[in-house]
């Protein structure tokens, strides 16, 4: 698709150089833009030949010389520059398969857009992915991608992912990593489909491809009310989460012991439902899966023990405070367990954490980010929660003010009303939100004033 420019910065190099709305950009020196990957990459230089093309069909060049990496101000109708690429896959675990009917419409729109991978840690299955975009993730180094494995097994990942070519696109994760690009992988691991031997399979493929593999996170599938007429699966069991903990925690320590990092690692909701305690944070490494719900639970205790050493050893009397946070079934143990020492250093606080039941989507789901606005609500409705209802961030949108209903804060303040505090998945954010102040930079007192 032509790439046109929709607006040029003023006081920009390229206004300066005499570029115009309307025009499509072609090329800069000589390589052909594309989307926002090509016009990022090649406009770091400091001389650039520009070749532009005009309604008429006209075509210029124009020459602008400037600071290496400054931006030469051009700016266009999408971000990418073009349109999202969508997924083609029919992925017998997909969740978006399991939405209920009337939500908005941006929810049902399944990415697999390598762009995104890189810009955003979108993950992508390579089935989606053309050979001019594989050479220019390798000719440009772009790292890290997030790839979406499921398994090694050719066939077995063609019948997973309900795609003939799903099998044959793994060739692209082995010639990315033969190149040297990083690879964070996920695995969405369904009960007796990818897990027991044929995990340990996949992992023994891929681990050896270290360091350009340089995370495996695996994820439990999520299963809600409306799989009807889809493939039959079911949740993990507790013994079915430990299993794969031990499957996570062996290679892990196998590849620790080989290469210094243990590469391997089960997502947080499998030590919820397997029952067993989150490790600490230094099992994690540097956190490559954050983001995946791989070791975020560890890095919240770590910054939240860290922020309440600031705070001083004994409560000094002051104003009592009290405060609800509503969170998902399976971290609610777990945020109560955080609590505790928090409780018995500051006598005049109290903290209540509510499990919010999934009705939504069905009680099978049991996570905060599934939560919605209208559980929240009904279930939270005439109970006393104190000065203020905390609610991590995982729950809205990118926007941080609708929930997965389209229930919004607002909505929620009204109905039960109290305040509501957005808290990010931070331990010193979250301490100074139950305590009522800002306690990251030095130390104070829980005295709630």
Same mark, same amino acid.
């Given at each position: 698709?032509?790439?046109?420019?929709?607006?040029?910065?003023?006081?920009?190099?390229?206004?300066?150089?005499?570029?115009?709305?309307?025009?499509?950009?072609?090329?800069?020196?000589?390589?052909?833009?594309?989307?926002?990957?090509?016009?990022?990459?090649?406009?770091?230089?400091?001389?650039?030949?520009?070749?532009?093309?005009?309604?008429?069909?006209?075509?210029? *060049?124009?020459?602008?010389?400037?600071? *290496?990496?400054?931006?030469?101000?051009?700016?266009?109708?999408?971000?990418?520059?073009?349109?999202?690429?969508?997924?083609?896959?029919?992925?017998?675990?997909?969740?978006?398969?399991?939405?209920?009917?009337?939500?908005?419409?941006?929810?049902?729109?399944?990415?697999?857009?390598?762009?995104?991978?890189?810009?955003?840690?979108?993950?992508?299955?390579?089935?989606?992915?053309?050979?001019?975009?594989?050479?220019?993730?390798?000719?440009?180094?772009?790292?890290?991608?997030?790839?979406?494995?499921?398994?090694?097994?050719?066939?077995?990942?063609?019948?997973?992912?309900?795609?003939?070519?799903?099998?044959?696109?793994?060739?692209?994760?082995?010639?990315?990593?033969?190149?040297?690009?990083?690879?964070?992988?996920?695995?969405?691991?369904?009960?007796?489909?990818?897990?027991?031997?044929?995990?340990?399979?996949?992992?023994?493929?891929?681990?050896?491809?270290?360091?350009?593999?340089?995370?495996?996170?695996?994820?439990?599938?999520?299963?809600?009310?409306?799989?009807?007429?889809?493939?039959?699966?079911?949740?993990?069991?507790?013994?079915?989460?430990?299993?794969?903990?031990?499957?996570?925690?062996?290679?892990?320590?196998?590849? *620790?012991?080989?290469?210094?990092?243990?590469?391997?690692?089960?997502?947080?909701?499998?030590?919820?439902?397997?029952?067993?305690?989150?490790?600490?944070? *230094?099992?994690?490494?540097?956190?490559?899966?954050?983001?995946?719900?791989?070791?975020?639970?560890?890095?919240?205790?770590?910054?939240?023990?860290?922020?309440?050493?600031?705070?001083?050893?004994?409560?000094?009397?002051?104003?009592?405070?009290?405060?609800?946070?509503?969170?998902?079934? /399976?971290?609610?143990?777990?945020?109560?367990?955080?609590?505790?020492?928090?409780?018995?250093?500051?006598?005049?606080?109290?903290?209540?954490?509510?499990?919010?039941?999934?009705?939504?989507?069905?009680?099978?789901?049991?996570? /905060?980010?599934?939560?919605?606005?209208?559980?929240?609500?009904?279930?939270?409705?005439?109970?006393?929660?104190?000065?203020?209802?905390?609610?991590?961030?995982?729950?809205?949108?990118?926007?941080?003010?609708?929930?997965?209903?389209?229930?919004?804060?607002?909505?929620?303040?009204?109905?039960?009303?109290?305040?509501?505090?957005?808290?990010?998945?931070?331990?010193?954010?979250?301490?100074?939100?139950?305590?009522?102040?800002?306690?990251?930079?030095?130390?104070?007192?829980?005295?709630?004033?």
């Amino acid at each position: 698709m032509p790439v046109k420019i929709a607006a040029v910065d003023v006081n920009s190099a390229a206004e300066r150089a005499g570029i115009k709305k309307g025009e499509t950009l072609v090329s800069i020196n000589g390589k052909e833009i594309f989307d926002v990957l090509d016009y990022r990459f090649y406009e770091t230089d400091r001389t650039l030949q520009i070749l532009l093309r005009n309604v008429s069909g006209e075509e210029r *060049e124009v020459r602008i010389v400037k600071r *290496e990496y400054q931006s030469i101000g051009l700016s266009f109708d999408t971000y990418l520059m073009d349109r999202q690429h969508s997924c083609r896959n029919r992925c017998i675990f997909c969740f978006i398969d399991q939405l209920p009917p009337g939500m908005r419409e941006s929810l049902y729109f399944k990415d697999d857009d390598s762009r995104l991978s890189f810009l955003f840690g979108n993950y992508v299955t390579l089935t989606n992915m053309s050979e001019r975009e594989v050479d220019r993730i390798i000719a440009m180094h772009i790292s890290p991608i997030n790839i979406s494995v499921h398994t090694t097994n050719p066939d077995l990942r063609c019948k997973m992912m309900g795609n003939r070519f799903a099998g044959k696109s793994l060739e692209i994760l082995y010639r990315l990593a033969q190149a040297g690009i990083r690879l964070n992988c996920q695995f969405v691991l369904c009960p007796g489909i990818n897990d027991g031997a044929e995990l340990e399979r996949s992992l023994n493929d891929l681990l050896p491809l270290y360091p350009a593999v340089q995370s495996v996170a695996l994820v439990p599938l999520g299963v809600t009310r409306f799989r009807e007429g889809l493939y039959p699966l079911k949740p993990y069991t507790r013994e079915g989460a430990q299993a794969v903990i031990e499957t996570a925690e062996r290679y892990g320590a196998s590849a *620790e012991k080989r290469y210094g990092k243990r590469i391997c690692y089960a997502a947080d909701e499998f030590y919820l439902k397997a029952g067993m305690p989150i490790p600490r944070a *230094e099992f994690y490494g540097e956190f490559d899966q954050l983001e995946n719900g791989v070791g975020l639970l560890a890095n919240l205790k770590q910054e939240f023990e860290d922020a309440r050493l600031l705070l001083e050893d004994e409560a000094l009397p002051g104003k009592q405070r009290s405060v609800t946070m509503a969170t998902g079934v /399976a971290a609610q143990p777990f945020l109560n367990q955080l609590l505790d020492g928090l409780r018995n250093q500051c006598h005049n606080l109290t903290c209540n954490v509510v499990a919010i039941r999934n009705e939504f989507f069905g009680e099978t789901i049991t996570v /905060a980010g599934l939560v919605t606005g209208g559980d929240i609500i009904r279930q939270l409705k005439g109970r006393p929660l104190g000065d203020v209802l905390l609610l991590p961030r995982v729950m809205l949108r990118y926007e941080g003010d609708v929930f997965l209903d389209d229930v919004t804060v607002e909505t929620v303040e009204k109905e039960l009303g109290i305040p509501v505090q957005v808290v990010q998945d931070d331990g010193y954010e979250l301490l100074n939100a139950i305590i009522g102040g800002d306690r990251r930079a030095e130390g104070g007192s829980c005295s709630g004033r």
